[in-house]
């Protein structure tokens, strides 16, 4: 599918940034130049080179660009992690195209709706799926692979700006929304100067799932400045397999998600020795297991990441320290990064002074392209807007935030209802979405369940039915059981249509729905149902 679709800015950026970014395939290739032997990837402790998949890379690339694969085509990826996947991502980029990694355990349907929206013209998988062309590459070594490719590729001439990735994420309107991310976006974070920690003598494990922003964090974050990255094949990762990366494979840089970094923390604090940075966010961090690993680990420095997908991977890092798990309000998220500018608006689109909350608002080269094929929301969250009298485009991130007076950016919540759980963005609104859609739902309430600490920890469903689960009607007739209105059974369709992070760890029928003494909706009653609910379970 062509990006005709698409709405495309030029936007204005950093200034203290060149506008020369390097392409992801052209900063892997570079490397491949400089320094052919040296490891790319680790796989199943075997090491595979810059020149091995360079080359294999332009080898796929051959036989994607005879099956008509170009400028603005993106093509959906359905294969497991490995060394392969990865030749074959810049593969598609070296073609001009964009790839979207999509999950092979989301729900048939949820894969569905997506290859839909991007109606492709070629899906790389394993196995045929009948509606779409595909091309299933051979299970061949990369060494195999490389050894056939008799001449070079040439990509097409593109620039920095030009679309290399989708990110599908949760919507509000219950259909999966992809984000269109520039080949910029990944490179500006990495460049000299840019964050520590990658480059040559650096090695980052590869465990973030396949369709997320941060996949392309540990995967091209050291592919394009020279280090190693360490591909890991188990979903589960656990605090031995850390130790055992450190070890083996001399892992010295770990971006881990809030929730992985808490339970390693409860678990095996010691599992980060050997480390020489870690970088945890995607969800609000909790002081006090911050706190324990800078008492633990004084001499591993801890920073804090924050950014949604729109502006991909990071927009501000802070360093913690132990003064950080002090402040009242939670943990700062930081300054921006290099290439970025963020900003704190007000109703207005003015800048905020320092301790008032505004919304957090994006700009610079790590921006998307825009929402795929929504143009009507790409202009909707991607304005232009005047700034002292010069035209900056933006994304509007819904965040609530505030500066301080030293600068240093503080969240403070969502001004609509999308919460982070386990790393991965959820809309509310999707999983109602989607529950409505059930047989047997007449309406539906999603409620994110949040520990002490205001991290979400699960996600609960209270719904109305036009039956009990015991089959009684409203008049008290008892006609037949209708099995969607169970909730279990309600729960097993969710399971069938959302992704598992999204699908409620509650799930409960209502006879109707808690107010408060103005008659609106009493979500604090409905939270205090959930805490005495088990999880997926009946009423």
Known sequence: MMYASVVSHAGVCDLAISDSEPLIHRAVARQAQLRPDATALIERRRPVSYRTLDRAASRYASELSALGIGVGDVVPMLLPRSARLAALQLAVLKCGAAYAGLDRRWPAERIAAILGQISPAVVITDSPLGEYPSYQPPAADLEAVAAACEEQFHPPELGGAAPATVFFTSGTTGMPKGVVSPHQAVTRLFRPGGLDGFGPGHATPQVAPLPWDMYAFELWGQLTSGGTTVLVEDDHFLPGALRELVRDCGVDTLWITTSLFNLFVDEDADCFKGLGQVLTGGEKLSPAHVRAFLRCHPDIPLRNGYGPAESCMLTTTRLLTLADCDVA????????????????LDADDQPCPAGEPGEVCIAGKGLATGYLASPELTAEKFP??????V???????GDVGAFDSAGVLHFRGRRDRQVKISGHRVEMTEIEATARGLAGVRDCVALPLTAPDGQVVRLALFYLASTAPDGTAPDGTPPERDANTDPLAVSDQLVRLLPAYAVPAIVRWLDRFPVTPNGKLDRAELARIARTSRRRSAR
């Open 329 to 344: 309000g939670g943990i700062p998220v930081g300054t921006a990064l290099a290439g970025t500018t963020v900003l704190v």
């Open 384 to 389: 232009t807007i005047d700034y002292g009298g």
């Open 391 to 397: 035209p900056l485009r933006i994304y509007r991130t």
